[in-house]
Every structure is written in structure tokens, then in C-alpha cells.
Nanobody, 115 residues
């Protein structure tokens, strides 16, 4: 089992940047995949970006070129760097870890982008 704690959310103006962090309670070295999801009011949760244990990344089309997911195994932390942010990026952002058939979630961090 792994606990995930997100941080770094907040209010930012359109065009600005934020870096979200997801700290894990144990080593992330062997976790198959870690990702960032988001959920806006009235919408379904959606994948923003993910990174595998081998370092392979994938991104939602609308954030490609603006977001970068990375991980620091020594710090047991996954990051989401978001640049050129848009009002439509406003959502609660959740960290996710997938290990075998198990999926773990953080409690989320609010990101609000003002126009």
C-alpha cells in the first residue's frame, strides 16, 4: 500500500505556471505507473499525464507541450510542471499510483486559473 500527498496547487493567472508535487509514503521505484488526473466541476476525472517505472510518459492531448511529468525516486516524489496555463486547466488534481491490480489516490489539490 502507498499513501500519496499532493501539494503545489493554488491560484494562478492565465499564462502562468505551477508545479504540483506528489509525495509517496514509500519507494516509488517499483510502482508500475504514476500519474496525474484532474476533475473539473461537473466533469469526469481525466488523465493529464502519466509516467511508468521505465520512464515512459504520456499526456492528454490538450496539455502536450505545456506540461511535464517527472519523478524523483530518491525523494519518492512525482511532479507535474504546468506552463502556459489556461482557465480550462482549472480542476482538482489528483495523484495516482498503479501497482499490479491496485490503484491508490491522493486527496487532491485545487488548481484555479484565472483569465
Amino acid at each position: 500500500q502507498v499513501q500519496l500527498v499532493e501539494s503545489g496547487g493554488g491560484l494562478v493567472q492565465a499564462g502562468g505556471s505551477l508545479r504540483l508535487s506528489c509525495a509517496a509514503s514509500r519507494s516509488i521505484f517499483s510502482i508500475n505507473r504514476m500519474g496525474w488526473y484532474r476533475q473539473a466541476p461537473g466533469k469526469q476525472r481525466e488523465l493529464v499525464a502519466a509516467i511508468t517505472s521505465g520512464g515512459v510518459t504520456n499526456y492528454k492531448d490538450s496539455v502536450k507541450g505545456r506540461c511535464t511529468i517527472s519523478r524523483d525516486v530518491a525523494k519518492r516524489t512525482v511532479y507535474l510542471q504546468m506552463n502556459s496555463m489556461k482557465p480550462e486547466d482549472t480542476a482538482v488534481y489528483y495523484c495516482n499510483a498503479e501497482q499490479g491490480i491496485n490503484a491508490y489516490w491522493g486527496q487532491g489539490t485545487q488548481v484555479t486559473v484565472s483569465s
